[in-house]
């Protein structure tokens, strides 16, 4: 489900998670907990920063529609606290965190890349971008806030009413990624940006700006605690209602 490797840097220690979950890794309720847990076990692990990638051609497909379409209501219920709960643990890591998106980061996928202070992706046909409006459901507002940070409030409205996927170099322009890579030294190269953000600062001043910089976008989201019963309804009613399983059906064909 996810994997760990450790890999010294020029005495610069990186920690890497790897999303293993399936073919596409999409993200169910486990994944959102095992990394919601993992990225807050770091804020205290000897890890100086942290990489998070995919496995094969896709960094994360996003949720999981058709285990929600098979949960229905009481599934919503426990997972978008959950899902919330991943890309505010991994939005407030007070450590250097690097996105190496090897592939397709599409909905959820592309929030938790867009969490990263640094975001690499491979050359060739993976594609990014959140079309969540498409398949019919809202984002818990930590995703909006995420998308806000990275690309500011103009971009964030515009991947998000657009609900449209880009290729790479597109995603570049659009400054959802900040470097686009050859596949073959995506690795490489995300370690090596890890490690540079753990040497040339000191882990406090970088924790403490971080948190700077981030704090009053957590802060909105603490106060929008009212709006979560809303987009769950939503979730709800449009998986009930088949507009999901439309969506499905014509992305993948089945």
């Keep these: ?26 993200m169910d309720l486990e994944l959102c907990r ?26 994360s497909a996003g949720v999981d529609l ?5 949960g229905g209501g009481p599934y ?20 250097p965190l690097v996105a190496a998106v090897n592939g397709h980061a599409i909905a959820g996928g592309c929030v938790l890349a867009a969490c990263a202070d640094t975001v690499l992706m491979a050359e060739g046909g993976g594609r990014i971008g959140v079309p969540e409006l498409r398949v019919g459901v809202p984002f818990p507002r930590i995703a909006l806030e ?43 190269r995300a370690l090596a940006v890890a490690a540079c953000l753990a040497r040339d600062v000191p882990a406090d001043t970088f924790a403490l700006t971080k948190g700077q910089l981030r704090g009053a976008a957590l802060e909105r989201v603490d106060r929008s605690a009212d709006e ?4 769950a309804r939503l979730w709800t009613r449009h998986l009930e209602d088949g507009w999901v399983a439309t969506y499905l059906a014509s992305v993948t064909g089945r």
């Design 34 to 59: 095992a990394l919601a847990d993992r990225f807050r076990g770091l804020a205290a692990d000897p890890a100086r920063a942290v990489v998070v990638t995919g496995t094969g051609r896709t960094f």
């Design 76 to 95: 919503v219920e426990r997972f978008l606290p959950a899902l919330a709960d991943m890309f505010r643990a991994a939005f407030e890591l007070p450590k």
């Design 146 to 188: 995420v998308l806000a940070a990275a690309v500011g409030e103009r971009g964030a409205r515009e991947l998000v009413v657009g609900a449209g996927t880009h290729p790479p170099e597109h995603a570049a322009r659009l400054g959802l990624v900040h470097e686009v890579v050859p596949a073959a030294e995506l690795p490489e």
């Design 228 to 231: 979560d019963a809303a987009v």
């Design 1 to 26: 489900m996810l994997e760990r490797e450790d890999v010294d840097v020029d005495g610069i220690p990186v920690a890497v998670l790897r999303m293993a979950h399936g073919p596409v890794s999409a």
């Design 66 to 70: 058709k285990r929600a379409t098979a």
